[in-house]
């Protein structure tokens, strides 16, 4: 079974950043529009640090996500 980009993108905020399920959780909900944005949404609530949002940016670039995270 193939893993979505957005399966991806949960994993790395989860392994590789730390943030737990809940913190996502609240970040989806807050987010009315796509997952695309999960890493803004985090960012604009407190829940990351720009250093991280800076990681997650990287992290985008470097796996080639689209996007829309498609």
Do not use: C
């Not at 905020?13 to 989806?28: H, P, R, Y």
């Amino acid at each position: 079974m193939a893993t979505s980009a957005q399966d991806l993108l949960i994993e790395f905020l989860q392994t590789d950043l730390g943030l737990s399920a809940e913190v996502i959780a609240i970040a989806t909900r807050k987010q009315e529009t796509l997952i695309s944005q999960i890493h803004i949404t985090l960012w604009q609530y407190g829940l990351i640090s720009l250093q991280q949002l800076n990681r997650i940016f990287d992290w985008l670039e470097h796996v080639g996500v689209a996007p829309d995270l498609g």
